[in-house]
C-alpha cells in the first residue's frame, strides 16, 4: 500500500460512475481516508435495467462498483462482484440483487448503501448523485429528435452533433445533499473518465451538483478519456472533451485536466482498431488558450479481459487507464499547489 498522503486529510470527492470511477478509486484510497465517490443514477441496462423495470428500485449497478473499489474486504469484495452465470438470476450480480434487497428492507436506497458500506468495511463514502428515480433524455429540439433511458443512449449512433444536444432526466432530478456538501467540503474535485453522455452528462446536469461545482473552493480536475466513443465522441479532442465537461455544468470551472500522450505498443494498436476505438487526439494549440492547465501523462493501462458482464450485452471498451499513474499525477499537481 502507497504511503497516504498528508496523513489522510485531504478531503477528495470524485465525481462519475462505472468503470472510470471503479479504477480511480482503487488507486486514490492508497492516498487519502477522506474519499467521497459521487455516483451517476441513471444507469437502467443490463442487470439494473432488469432490477429496475421489475421492482422498480434504484439503479444499484455503478454504486456497486463504487463500494466494491472502496472495500477493505477482498473476500466481500469478490462476493459482490460475483455474477450468476445460469438459471433465474443468470447475468445478475450478487451486490446489485443485495442493494436491491436492502433497498426495500429499509425502504431507502441511501440507508441500503450505507448498510452495504457496513458490510464491506468502505474506506469512504458512496453518495448517490440524486435519490430520485429518474430516467435520462437526450434530445435535439430544433431537430425534433430525443432518445429516452441511459441504455438507449449509451448504444446510439448519433446522427446529429451531440454537443448540440441538450440531457436531463424525467421527472427532474433533485441533488442529493449528500453529494452537494461533498462538494462543497472537498479539498479536490475529480470527475473521472467516463461515457461522455450516457455516465458523466447526466450527473453533471443534475442542478444542484452543477452549482456545487460553481461554487466549490476545490481544486477541480477532469481526466479526459483515453479513446472516443465510436458513434457518439468520434473526432473528439482533449478539448472537445473537457469542453463538454464544462458545458453540463454551465460554466468553465475547471482547473486541469489529464489526458493521455502515451502511444500503445503495435500489438495492443491492433486490439484497439479491432475495437473501433482511437486513441484522444491532443489538441495543443486549443489546450494552450484554455481556461484550465492541460497536463499530459503516460496513462496507459493495461486492457481488461474480454467477460460477459451482464443479462443484456453492452459495449464496453477494454481499454483502461493506469489508475496508479493518474492518482499520482493527481495528488502531486495537488501537493504543488502552495
Known sequence: MNEPFAKNDIKIALVGGGTGSFTLLSEL???????????????????????????????????????????????????FNYRFEEGTFGGHSFGNILLTALEKVTGSFSEAVKTASEILRVNGT??????DNVRLKMEWPDKGIVLQNQYVVALDNFKNDPRKAILSHVPIASANPMAIK?????????IAPGD???????????????????????ICFYVCNLVTKPGQTAG???????????????????????????????????????????????????????????????????????????????????????????????????????
Request: hydrophobic fraction near 40%; aromatic fraction near 6%.
Open 29 to 79: 484510497k492508497n492516498h487519502t481516508k477522506q474519499l467521497a465517490a459521487i455516483v451517476n443514477m441513471v444507469d437502467d441496462g443490463g442487470s439494473t435495467g432488469i432490477l429496475r423495470d421489475e421492482l422498480g428500485t434504484l439503479p444499484p449497478g455503478d454504486v456497486r462498483q463504487c463500494l466494491v473499489a472502496l472495500s477493505a474486504s477482498p473476500k466481500i469484495r469478490d462476493l
Open 126 to 131: 458512496v453518495i448517490p448523485a440524486t435519490l
Open 182 to 190: 461533498a462538494i462543497e467540503q472537498a479539498d479536490m474535485v475529480v
Open 196 to 218: 461522455m453522455y450516457s455516465s458523466l452528462g447526466p450527473l453533471l446536469v443534475i442542478d444542484g451538483i452543477a452549482q456545487a461545482l460553481k461554487n466549490t473552493k476545490a
Open 236 to 338: 473528439f479532442t482533449v478539448s472537445d472533451h473537457a469542453g463538454e465537461i464544462e458545458r453540463f455544468v454551465g460554466e468553465p470551472f475547471l482547473d486541469y485536466v489529464l489526458y493521455n500522450k502515451q502511444q500503445p505498443a503495435a500489438d495492443v494498436a491492433h486490439r484497439y482498431k479491432e475495437e473501433n476505438a482511437f486513441l484522444v487526439k491532443i489538441d495543443k494549440t486549443k489546450l494552450n488558450k484554455a481556461n484550465y492547465q492541460a497536463i499530459a501523462g503516460n496513462f496507459l493501462g493495461e486492457m481488461a479481459p474480454s467477460k460477459k458482464t451482464s443479462t443484456i450485452p453492452l459495449r464496453r471498451s477494454l481499454i483502461r487507464h493506469d489508475a496508479k499513474a493518474v492518482a499520482k499525477a493527481l495528488i502531486e499537481i495537488y501537493d504543488a499547489k502552495d
